[in-house]
């Protein structure tokens, strides 16, 4: 395998080194090209570019698998919760019994959020998306802990900020939910786990308490371990960005949120049951919209399918959607759009058009169908998806902070704008 590649300009030879990750995967260093030859590359959306090295998480789009710290993410979704999960993507391994505790316990301890600061959620109108609520409110926690602004935090401040997001953003959330549809807000509870806690503060009124149901907490448990990381997409690109600045820790997952909340991104969840919605009013002829989305002149696009890496099953599609009938039959569901979800995949599956493309339903596709099942409405599904990132978020910006070699963030651009000229005063043009 070679170590070094040769771009040939105008004559004059670029020595780039080849860089090997652990998977053999390989990439060309071109990080001195510009001062060797004046030449920067072009790449929109970073279809082509590595913008880090990164121990966290390894996927193969190709082959269709993803795992968390070297583990497939099929065996986490099976056997681990989502705070075991958090633990390894942040600190590396799987915790021992005592560190699990602890970690457990810190949830517990960081689960309020600032009684001023519930004041803020009065002072949000009733059609406020929950992500701008959310995204605003993790921002606002700066103000809250200031003693964790600065430019090099500690190890054990880092650790403290990382459980205390973990913990209060699922409170936030839950009380912007409480707060949309005018019920009191119901406070975090030490006796019960993470997902259990949340779906009791989602759920729970005064005149009637949240009966657990141990087979939608295991449905979200794994619907949170799927979404919890994911390498260098959109959001975890964008908190990486943002931090590279040395803006700290709750900034950066503030703007990561907004990157998520793009129909695009982690607002494709939304996206895909209103599409579900729409063509099941429409008749269920699905085959229309089909069409549409093969169409160029339009720019409607099947949403829950595609995706930038995979060129094959999203892994986490096909845990999903087994989750999806195991869980519907548990809880004697039919959800009509459950069944037309199911049709269009399978006609999308032998269209020339998808196939050539390599187009296959993303984790979008199903999830929404599940959390609508639990009873999360509509618009807080990309806060579920936020939730769910948050572990992979930190991750990537303590990954970023702890390496001596990484910089500031700051692409290139090729100007096409118009060439010198002078400032003509108002009365003259
Ligand atoms: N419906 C119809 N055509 C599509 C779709 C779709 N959902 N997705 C891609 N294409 C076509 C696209 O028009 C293009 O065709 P052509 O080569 O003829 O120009 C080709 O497939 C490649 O698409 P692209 O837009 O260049 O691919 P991308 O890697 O830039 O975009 C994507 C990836 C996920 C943004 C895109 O597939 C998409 O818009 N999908 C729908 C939205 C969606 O489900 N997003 C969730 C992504 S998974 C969760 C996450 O990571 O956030």
Redesign the pocket.
Known sequence: MADNVQINIDGKIIECPVIVGTEGERAIDISKLRTQSGLITMDP?F?NTGACQSAITYLDGDKGFLRYRGIPVEQLAENSTFVETSYLLIYGRLPNAQELEAFSDAFNEHSMIHEDMVNFFHAYPSTTHPMAILSAMVCAMSAYYPEFIKEEPTKQEINRIAVQLLSKVRTICAFSYKKSIGEPFVYPRHDLHYVHNFLNMMFSSPTNPYQIDDDVVNALQMLLILHAD?EQ???TSTVRLVGSSHANLYASISAGICA?WG???????Q??IEMLEMIHKDGGDFNKYIAK??D?SNT???????????KNF?PRARVIKKCADNLFNKLGINDPLLDLAKRIEEAVLKDE??IE???YP????YSGIIFRAIGIPLNMFPVM?AIGRLPGWIAHWKEMIDDPTSKIGRPYQIYTGSLKKDYVPIEQR
């Open positions: 959306g279809g994911h997409n959109c959001s998520l129909p695009l991104h982690g607002g494709a969840n996206a895909v989305a093969k160029k409607f696009r099947l949403m829950g399918f595609g995706h930038r890496v995979y999203d058009y998808f493309r390599k187009l993303n984790v979008d596709f998806f």
